[in-house]
């Protein structure tokens, strides 16, 4: 990784931890209304999500809404350096796991056959091209590039999404990226 990607990587992270809590949540629920005006989450059976961490995008607001429409949410579960995800019925039951990042239990495993899913991915920032940069495990990566017609969307806050970000070779991008601002 670059010495530059890593700078950029600690100023947005740093930026992001530094927004209030009334922004946080008022970008949070821009996000989850927007989010749910697209076509192909509006279409989607079931939404791969991920349980917001530190000062991320509250992506709670995202499940329960999906759950009250009927659709089927899958959280990812760290399983020997991979990710894998799985069905929750009742987000209130995920626990810490990896680096304390709230995870299943237990759960129906999302067989990556099931169409009509879209996957929402997390991201130290992202670019007008669909870029990401996460957070350096690589694990988003490696699950993208091994189910490719997956729906990818991108949530991050308004300062997150860049002109253009440093990729790799080996970075997958989003098909789009869903701000706090319309």
Not at 24 to 44: E, K, M
Not at 69 to 77: I, L, N, Q, R, S
Not at 151 to 156: A, F, H, L, M, T
Request: glycine share 8%; hydrophobic share 35%; net charge negative.
């Amino acid at each position: 990784m670059s010495i530059e990607k890593k700078e950029l990587r600690k100023k947005i992270l740093k930026e992001r931890d530094a927004l209030s809590f009334e922004q946080r949540d008022n970008d949070s629920g821009t996000i989850c209304d927007l989010l749910f005006l697209h076509p192909a989450v509006l279409n989607a059976k079931s939404i791969l999500m991920f349980a917001s961490f530190g000062s991320e995008p509250n992506t709670d607001i995202i499940a329960l809404r999906a759950m009250d429409m009927g659709k089927e949410v899958f959280y990812p579960k760290v399983e020997d350096k991979e990710i894998r995800f799985y069905g929750t019925e009742d987000i209130f039951k995920l626990k810490a796991g990896y680096k304390d990042i709230r995870e299943p239990e237990t759960g129906r495993p999302w067989d990556g056959e099931e169409k009509g899913a879209v996957i929402l991915v997390p991201g130290t920032a992202f670019d007008r091209e669909g870029r990401r940069m996460g957070y350096g495990g690589g694990f988003y990566d490696r699950f993208l590039k091994e189910h490719p017609s997956i729906y990818r969307i991108g949530i991050c806050f308004p300062f997150q999404l860049l002109d253009s970000i440093p990729a790799e070779e080996h970075d997958e991008r989003v098909d789009m990226v869903i701000t706090g601002r319309e």
